[in-house]
């Protein structure tokens, strides 16, 4: 081969390289896959979907944020349209001539590049703006990462000749086939596995409901009762109330109870009637307020409904229907019309607020001091700033009295 014969850097044949891209590619198309299912389900068993504890908030922060989506398409959406491409141009080096070669693997750079940009501009966002991690995200963007380095060695102007054995492509070519095969029966299996296991906070209520909870180890704070080390104490707990928060009981005393809630959480409907006993029992003590925390997409239309009956003196009644109703795919804008007008309320116009996201930033921000007053799963109960670990109405009514003095 002469000087001018020699392949440039888009034209070398680099099977090594060629391979180990395609097989990161298929590697984030299972990724993305687990995300998308994870993101359906709300994360209620974590963010890799295989934790029994109630929905936690890390992953669902991301998702959910402004920079959860691009073009208001979200981003899971773009990495899964990513990986896709990624894996057919690398496909396709293994079929094309060296003159078309170059021509599919400067497209390939070109999408690598603006894939490793995005994915750094994204895990800025978590670090300086949002404060929590999507590990499935972190993974993804560490493949990326990789392609890039591959990316970077691929471009090197090399000797390697550009021709490639005709046994060696249809062996590349079966290889290549089979993985990705094989990858779409790991995502079918992923995505069948998950859809039938129920939400993890269901499971967890039964599993509560058929025995009494474990007793929590550690000096108690009355008796058995015990507030949550694990969690910060927060001192300006009053400044986490806003005029818009609903709340019973006396605004006067010297004891504060806040409560976090979704309404789509199935705990949170469990505790409600024990913190309503708590009310009718200690309400000359205690001043109750309830701060709505967004962990869901599907819950927003939900908490915009709370706020519209609560301008009428009826968040609670809305409250407790939306928790008569509760399913796992949430409850529709026309269905939460049905249950305004059920409560004495114009449905339409509830309607026509909630499309128009007349309380969306107030529940962004509700949300945003929420997590960083260290709340990290709902229900949460905080009496004077420190969080309940033992939640049940002997416990947070003793706790309520030994605050009160």
């Given at each position: ?186 995502g079918a299996a992923d995505v069948a596995y998950f859809s039938s296991l129920p939400p993890a906070a269901v499971a967890e209520q039964a599993e509560v409901s058929a025995s009494p909870p474990a007793v929590p180890t550690g000096d108690p704070a009355v008796g058995d009762c015990f507030y949550d080390t694990d969690l910060p104490t ?172």
């Amino acid at each position: 081969m002469s000087t001018d014969d020699k392949p440039r850097a888009f034209e070398v044949y680099r099977p090594v390289i060629d391979t180990a891209v395609f097989v990161l590619g298929l590697i984030g198309i299972l990724v993305v896959v687990h995300l998308w299912i994870q993101a359906g389900r709300g994360f209620d068993r974590g963010c890799f979907g295989f934790s029994e504890t109630a929905a936690t908030v890390e992953c669902e922060a991301v998702t959910q944020s402004d920079a959860g989506t691009m073009f208001g398409v979200s981003n899971i959406l773009w990495g899964l349209v990513f990986y896709l491409g990624l894996t057919a141009l690398s496909f396709a080096t293994v079929v094309v001539s060296r003159i078309q070669i170059a021509k599919v693997k400067k497209l390939r750079a070109a999408l690598i590049g603006v894939g490793f940009l995005y994915s750094l501009y994204l895990v800025y966002i978590q670090t300086a703006q949002i404060g929590e991690y999507c590990k499935l995200c972190l993974i993804s963007a560490g493949i990326v990462a990789v392609l890039f380095i591959l990316q970077l060695i691929d471009m090197r102007t090399g000797a390697t000749d550009g021709e490639r054995p005709v046994a060696e492509t249809a062996g590349r070519w079966k290889m290549f086939s089979a993985l990705a095969a094989a990858t779409v029966v790991v995502g079918a299996a992923d995505v069948a596995y998950f859809s039938s296991l129920p939400p993890a906070a269901v499971a967890e209520q039964a599993e509560v409901s058929a025995s009494p909870p474990a007793v929590p180890t550690g000096d108690p704070a009355v008796g058995d009762c015990f507030y949550d080390t694990d969690l910060p104490t927060v001192e300006n707990y009053r400044d986490l109330v806003s005029f818009s928060d609903p709340s019973l009981g006396n605004p006067d005393a010297s004891v504060t109870v806040i409560e976090f809630f979704d309404p789509n959480c199935p705990h949170c409907a469990t505790l409600h009637p024990i913190m309503m006993r708590a009310v009718a029992e200690h309400g000359d003590k205690a001043w109750f307020v309830w701060r709505p925390f967004v962990l869901w997409q599907r819950s927003m239309a939900q908490i915009e409904a709370m706020y519209f009956a609560a301008q009428d003196n009826k968040f609670f009644e809305m409250m407790e229907a939306q928790f008569a109703r509760q399913r796992q795919d949430g409850i529709g804008i026309d269905e939460l019309g049905e249950i305004a007008a059920e409560i004495g309320l114009d449905g339409e116009l509830m309607k026509t607020r909630l499309r128009s996201g007349l309380y969306r930033s107030i529940i962004i921000r509700q949300r945003e001091t929420g997590v960083e007053a260290g709340i990290r799963s709902v229900p949460a109960v905080m009496i004077n700033g420190r969080y309940v670990k033992t939640k049940t109405a002997e416990c947070i009514g003793s706790l309520i009295e030994a605050a009160a003095g």
